[in-house]
């Protein structure tokens, strides 16, 4: 099923709508470390825990990452083969947005984002519940997250890497969309909720960083 | 107006090409763009050159078949038009104009700035019709009424003139602008509706077998149309594809 | 040659089409299957009747010089086409279209075909609609009519401005139909190059690969020529840079009979030449003259000040414009047939008030239009019909949803506003009503050998009526010539497959390649261009919209020399075996230049004025054209004999039995 165009099309805005849906779970837990480090403890000790985020809907999220990113690369290469001789003088800028020529480029700054976030914050944790068996504590999530955010060099790579972020989901999400066949009266509505989700949630993770880092 | 042209050269399909730089004066911002061609060619005639090969025939926008990459844009960079209605006064005395021809595996060059498209034909081929005998003996032309908005979508679509320029320009050379043009003008109308299911399939299965390129929903089709084909046509097609697949 | 026999079954006329149907010989579906049959052109014609033949059973092998066959030049016509349907129930009939078109083309179209073609235009309505053509239609869903120059009712279907397009979208589907199930091979880029006679009949053709010069030969049963017009002879016409009259020209010079060449539809409303560099002409669908009001200044001191910018068109007032249509023709005002609009331009320009700078241009004025409909649209949404600038603002909107493609076009070209100011048009050549002689079944004097829409001489008369040829094309291609080629192919079921290697291919094959070698070693100096702009000069001076004895016995001596010229001192670079347009084109001019020749002397000898064809010997006192009924009703079919001034003319005599052949006149 996956072997045509369009179904391949499908994938990818599939695949990528899961991720936001993800990453609109994610911000949420993140943004109570702001207000409140409590319920942010008693969240991440949650998701950290629970049988089903664990089992079911980690390894699904894993999944789904890679087969986004995969997927992105064979149709990258699919598509650049589809024009062996290239044009001496292209104009792309006359006629589609950067953001929506270069998802390649915004998409492998984003994954280099996700190794750097899960040795910061997916292996520890691994390392610490699954191959050192350490003693539960709900309360130290606080406080890794808080220390992370101590050096203004991660702060930095974080905030550029969030703007990356912003730019794929720029072009991403209203994109999947119309990959799923959707463009009508609904598509402008679509579009002005993608330009706010992708301007929000990025800023906000921004925010949060520079917030730890101020605050820590 | 005194112009410098960059045009690709090349003697047939499995020759090498390369860009020879010609400069050319005396140019009326009257002239369309392949009368600054003819003009051109006729003075490589007279230095006993070999004329550049470029396709075209109604010069009127209409027939599909000039095809030229124009200062890195599918017809040049007037918006909805073909090659033949650009006009020299888009352009300035002195400009330096590049001139390649429509690139894409799907589309090798036979010569010059001429390029073969008939995969555009056989994707037609694999179902882009409606299966009626021709004989006359159908209902009456009024039996069925259309839905007003309908039909002016489905005659939107239908203006398509298969020139190429969505694959020329879609940095992925994706064809998907110029098959959903068709599979929508008859989606949207009763007479295409009892084979709609076929046809998808059999459309897109041919279209990626030509070796055209993913859609990645850049727009940039729908920018360089000289038609203006819509990208609602993909949608409604991605739409078509994903109901016919599920009936199997 | 035989005399010309135009097989027109008995009966009356209503009856012919259907009795002649019921009575001619048929080949069944298991012969059909043993036969093949070659098309040439893949326009309206071509491309449907490629559809029917591979469909009734027979192998049909298609041809165009084009990239693909859906950018034959069908695809450019704009205003629509016709069909009695009468779904706007303004008393229109099958005879009323019969009449029209007969009428229009000035009493020199042959009765019985005219009378068929009217019988089947209701079904390619019908057979289009269910093809999935997108005609318009009105909010209640039903299809939609608008209404053409010379005549009185509304039976013209459309599609925006695209007309011709969507047709042709039509039939290429139905070839693209037959080509995947493999009944139609479909050969693009191929130049018809010569016809192959065996034993008297059209037994194949010899072509050229546009893509690698290779000379190919095919064989089949029966030929058919769907080539298109002629109008390229001028040079500048509305026709497309490829449109050539050499598939015709070369069944002509293989005992063919070319009848009528000198009946050519100079159209009226086409953007006017702007200068040396000019290499085709853009038409103005006739739509237009619905809306649009022809005018020229009355005051020559104002046409002086418009050429010379002092002047604006839009400050010449309603007293000094002369509407010079209306004036003259107040019954059809605007909308009278193509040649008398373009006639009454040329006078006006001849008079010296041509408005631009070559003094070869009138207006074209939408401005009463554009108050009109904004003063209704003020009045249905109840606003001030008083306001000038909302009045014209609404009216604007109306004009562009009617006519927003052509007057986009129209900017785009000239690079002016015509919602603001008027637009500037001349009269240019667009359509040839002779061609090659064919009988009722639609065979040319080559047994075998047919000839399909605008390539055949039969149904337009002197005169074409706006909307008619996209009719005849397809009426040709669907529903005629399909039916009437199984009377001559049914001696054929025992033929068996028709081998290339007689000597008969051979010869034909050397003589083109012969002529290819001659061109491309040729070593002359002027380039094919150069003689086809001299050519189109003579033909546009002397054989254009008037014609006078002298100017056309200029014209064939002419003609004459400019093709030894040709012969001698044409230039044609690169190789006859490689892509090369340049050799392609010289072929093409050859037959022009040949053509050319015979166009004249077929305008010398008809001495009276009909239709597109006026002699300025035979007009009324006030300038009207004067036809010679006594003299001239037959149609002029001219038997090649080597040089085209030595063409033999054969007459065939046109008889109308159901009309009254009377003076046309619209005023």
Request: aromatic content about 10%; hydrophobic content about 40%; charged content about 25%.
């Amino acid at each position: 099923m996956i072997t045509t165009t369009i179904a391949r099309k499908l994938a990818m805005a599939l695949s990528g709508l899961f991720l936001i849906l993800f990453l609109g779970q994610h911000f949420t837990i993140n943004m109570t470390s702001v207000f409140s480090e409590k319920t942010f403890n008693f969240l991440s000790h949650f998701m950290g825990n629970n049988l089903v985020v664990q089992f079911i809907l980690q390894p699904l999220l894993i999944l789904g990452v890679v087969f986004h990113f995969v997927m992105g690369f064979v149709l990258e290469i699919k598509n650049t083969r589809s024009r062996s001789v290239k044009y001496q003088s292209y104009k792309g800028s006359a006629n589609a947005s950067w953001v929506s020529r270069n998802m390649i480029i915004s998409g492998i700054v984003v994954l280099s984002f996700l190794g750097l976030h899960f040795y910061d914050f997916w292996v520890p944790e691994i390392n610490y519940k699954y191959i050192e068996f350490l003693p539960q504590d709900p309360d130290r999530y606080y406080g890794e997250l808080v220390h992370k955010f101590h050096s203004p060099f991660r702060v930095a790579i974080y905030a550029l890497s969030f703007v990356f972020l912003s730019l794929h989901l720029f072009h991403g999400f209203s994109s999947s969309f119309q990959s799923m066949g959707l463009n009508n009266k609904y598509t402008r509505g679509i579009k002005l909720f993608t330009v706010a989700f992708s301007l929000v949630i990025p800023a906000g993770f921004i925010f949060i960083a520079i917030f730890h880092h101020q605050n820590g | 107006m005194n112009l410098k042209l960059k045009i690709w050269r090349q003697a047939n399909a499995e020759a090498k090409g390369k860009t020879i730089t010609y400069s050319i004066s005396d140019i009326s911002p009257d002239m369309s763009f392949l009368e600054m061609m003819d003009m051109h060619n006729e003075q490589l005639i007279q230095q006993g050159e070999d004329p550049v090969a470029f396709d075209h025939d109604c010069r009127e926008g209409i027939c599909g078949m000039c095809s030229m990459f124009i200062n890195g844009e599918a017809h040049g960079p007037d918006r909805l038009v073909t090659t033949c209605q650009l006009h020299m006064r888009k352009f300035k005395d002195g400009d330096t104009i590049t001139i390649e021809p429509f690139r894409a595996n799907a589309f090798p060059v036979i010569k010059d700035l001429a390029v073969d498209r008939s995969a555009f034909d056989r994707i037609q081929q694999a179902g882009g019709f409606v299966s009626v005998n021709t004989s006359g003996n159908t209902q009456d032309a009024n039996a069925i009424p259309i839905d007003k908005h309908d039909a002016d979508k489905a005659f939107d679509a239908a203006t398509c003139i298969g020139c190429g320029a969505c694959v020329a320009s879609c940095k992925n050379a994706s064809a998907m602008l110029f098959v959903s043009a068709k599979v929508s003008q008859y989606a949207l109308l009763p007479q295409g509706k009892v084979e709609a299911t076929d046809r998808v399939l059999n459309m897109v299965n041919q279209m990626d077998e030509e070796g055209f390129g993913n859609c990645t929903n850049t727009g940039a089709c729908e920018v360089e149309c000289p038609k203006g084909i819509s990208l609602e046509n993909i949608a409604r097609m991605n739409r078509a594809y994903l109901t016919a697949s599920l009936k199997g | 040659m035989a005399k010309l026999d135009s097989k027109i079954p008995k009966g009356s006329l209503s009856k012919k089409w259907t009795n002649h149907k019921s009575k001619i010989n048929l080949v069944s579906p298991a012969n059909k299957r043993l036969i093949d049959v070659i098309v040439v052109g893949t326009g309206l014609a071509g491309a449907s009747a490629s559809a029917t033949l591979a469909e009734l059973g027979y192998n049909v092998k298609t041809f165009c010089f084009q990239d693909s066959p859906r950018r034959a030049h069908s695809i450019a016509a704009q205003g629509g086409i016709n069909a009695a349907k009468n779904y706007q129930g303004d008393g229109d009939s099958t005879f009323r279209l019969f009449y029209d078109t007969i009428k229009g083309g000035d009493y020199r179209s042959r009765e019985s075909n005219v009378y068929r073609l009217a019988e089947v235009s209701t079904n390619i309505i019908d057979q289009c609609v269910a093809q999935g053509v997108p005609f318009a239609r009105d909010y209640g869903g039903l299809l939609d009519n608008r209404s053409f120059g010379g005549v009185l009712v509304s039976r013209t279907f459309y599609a925006k401005g695209q007309t011709g397009q969507q047709l042709l979208l039509g039939a290429y589907s139905a070839m693209n139909r037959q080509i995947g199930r493999g009944k139609i091979k479909m050969y693009n880029r191929h130049e018809m190059m010569d016809l192959v006679l065996i034993d008297g009949k059209a037994r194949g053709i010899i072509t050229r690969n546009l893509v690698n010069g290779e000379i190919e030969r095919y064989s089949a049963h029966a030929v058919v020529i769907a080539s298109g017009g002629y109008g390229n002879v001028f040079f500048l016409s509305t026709n497309a840079m490829g449109s050539n009259v050499s598939a015709s020209w070369k069944i002509h010079k293989r005992g063919a009979h070319f009848a009528n060449p000198c009946f050519t539809q100079i159209h009226p409303t086409c953007i006017p030449v702007s200068g040396e560099h000019q290499s085709k002409l853009t038409l103005m669908s006739e739509s237009l003259r619905n809306d649009g009001r022809i005018w020229v200044p009355k005051k020559l001191e104002d046409v002086k000040a418009i050429r010379a910018g002092k002047l604006k068109a839009t400050d010449v007032v309603e007293e000094d414009r002369d509407y010079y249509l209306e004036r003259r023709y107040p019954a059809f005002g605007n909308l009278v047939p193509r040649d008398v609009a373009s006639r009454a331009a040329k006078e006006r320009c001849d008079a010296g008030f041509g408005v631009n700078k070559t003094g070869e241009a009138v207006y074209l004025d939408f401005a009463a239009a554009i108050n009109r409909y904004g003063k209704e649209q003020a009045h249905v949404k109840g606003l001030d019909e008083n306001d000038a600038t909302l009045v014209k603002k609404l009216g604007q909107e109306v004009v562009r949803a009617k006519y927003g493609n052509l007057f986009q076009m129209y900017e785009k070209i000239v690079d002016q506003d015509p919602y603001e100011t008027p637009m500037m048009i001349y009269p240019a050549v667009h359509y040839t009503m002779g061609g090659v002689w064919v009988d009722y079944n639609l065979m040319t004097s080559i047994p075998g050998c047919y000839a399909i829409g605008e390539a055949n001489f039969s149904d337009h008369g002197a005169n074409r009526l706006g909307a008619s040829a996209l009719m005849q094309g397809l009426a040709d291609g669907y529903f005629v010539l399909p039916y009437t080629i199984g009377d001559y192919l049914s001696d054929d079921i025992r033929t068996g497959p028709i081998s290339t290697d007689s000597p008969e291919f051979e010869a034909a094959e050397k003589e083109v390649k012969d002529q290819m070698k001659a061109f491309v070693n040729n070593n002359g100096k002027h380039s094919v261009d150069y003689y086809h702009k001299k050519l189109g000069k003579i033909m546009w001076d002397k054989c254009g919209m008037s014609r006078n004895e002298k100017g056309l016995k200029e014209a064939i001596s002419e003609i004459k020399t400019l093709r030894e010229d040709f012969y001698k001192n044409v230039k044609v670079p690169g190789g006859s075996e490689e892509f090369n347009e340049q050799l392609a084109k010289a072929g093409r001019v050859a037959d022009f230049l040949e053509l050319g020749e015979l166009f004249a002397k077929d305008a010398l000898e008809r001495t009276e004025s009909c239709g597109g064809h006026f002699r300025e010997e035979s007009q009324t006192p006030e300038g009207e054209a004067m036809r010679d009924d006594k003299n001239f009703t037959f149609v002029s079919a001219w038997e090649y004999k080597g040089e085209p001034s030595n063409a033999k003319l054969h007459k065939e005599e046109l008889k109308f039995k159901e009309i009254e052949v009377k003076t046309r006149s619209y005023k």
